[in-house]
């Protein structure tokens, strides 16, 4: 198969994997993982889950694993009558491919999103108060100018995405992919325990291109050195913009030092929530994604999994 014919292969069976949009719905707090440090055209997939099951056991003739990283230097998401302005996210996950047309993804061992921390406009003062509950008001009135009034949001993975749609990430307006997730409200006042959303009631994102991103593509070794003849390729999708505004929201909970539910309800009451679907969006700009793979993953059967696995981990530093 010649360089051209194999190009257009590899574009037309994963370019639609586009994680982009993943990654907008990261951006309003702070999470960590452990990252690793890769060579050349690998550098961006540092937390690649390769030594999953599931990857691993990808034949490459049924099941064909992939490289998916996202990120984002800004965007925002509202939620109710709250808008937050969200910094630097970054979503990293692998793909299985599968010979029918489906996908399944999987997130690394610690989740698939993470982001830098932001703020709450107002903190707690803009959150909860002024407030006809009692107790909260004299929470309101030991913030005042204080900073206990800080609120920093983290959204969290509370489960593996879902409905992954391959032809959706090379198109607008159509959903990519179903990503469910919670808000960590963090305040002294707020407890350990205050989310919008919950593992069994999530938020659910539907991200979608707004607009078509610009495409690349590099060809590189099994350890990331750029190379026309290479086993490996990578695609490069730029300057995309995803927006979601279907996502429903529901209720904060857990909020509040054993105050059964008093702050629940101030929290909720002023900031609108639960909020139904249409009343919410996410956006995040300028969205860079990269996937890789093997060239020819049928070659490398049925070890494509462990050889993909193999390659990234002769790239770490």
């Known amino acids: 198969m010649n360089r051209l014919s194999r190009r257009t292969r590899l574009a037309a069976t994963t370019v639609t994997v586009l994680g982009t949009a993943l ?6 707090g702070t999470a960590t993982a452990a990252t ?3 060579n050349g055209e690998w550098g961006p997939f540092t937390r690649c889950p390769v030594g999953a099951s599931a990857m691993l056991a990808a034949d490459g003739l049924v099941q064909t694993p992939q490289c998916v990283v996202s990120t984002s230097a800004s965007g ?3 939620l109710g009558n709250t808008t937050v302005t969200t910094g630097r ?4 996950i692998g793909v299985v491919q599968n010979a029918d047309g489906t996908s399944s993804v999987v997130a690394p061992p610690a989740g698939a999103l993470i982001a830098d ?6 903190g707690l003062l803009g959150l909860m108060c002024p407030s006809n509950i009692p107790a909260v008001t004299a929470i309101c009135n030991q913030i005042a100018d204080s900073s206990l009034n800080k609120i920093t949001a983290t959204v969290e993975s509370v489960g593996a995405p879902s409905d992954f749609n391959q032809t959706a990430g090379i198109l607008t307006d159509e959903p990519i992919v179903a990503i469910p997730v919670r808000i960590h409200l963090q305040n ?5 325990n205050c989310y919008i ?3 069994s009631s999530p938020i659910v994102l539907r991200p979608h291109n707004v607009n078509l991103p610009d495409f690349g593509m590099t060809f590189f070794k099994g350890d990331g050195t750029l190379a026309d003849d290479g086993d490996m390729s990578r ?5 995309a913009t995803q927006n979601d505004s279907t996502f429903a929201v529901p209720g904060a909970s857990g909020c509040g030092l054993g105050l059964l539910g008093l702050i629940d309800a101030a929290v909720n009451l002023k900031t609108g929530l639960p909020s139904a679907a249409g009343k919410n969006s996410v956006t995040l700009n300028n969205a860079q994604t990269y996937l890789a793979g093997l060239n020819a993953p049928g070659a490398a059967a049925p070890d494509a999994g462990k050889i993909l696995s193999q390659n990234w981990n002769s790239a770490v530093k």
Do not use: R, W
């Open 23 to 28: 990654g907008s719905f990261a951006a309003m």
């Open 36 to 38: 690793t440090q890769l």
């Open 76 to 78: 925002s998401i509202k």
């Open 89 to 92: 996210t970054e979503l990293q």
């Open 117 to 122: 921390s932001a703020t709450v406009p107002g």
């Open 188 to 192: 002294p006042f707020l407890g350990s």
């Open 197 to 199: 959303g919950t593992k």
């Open 235 to 239: 695609i490069n999708l730029t300057g």
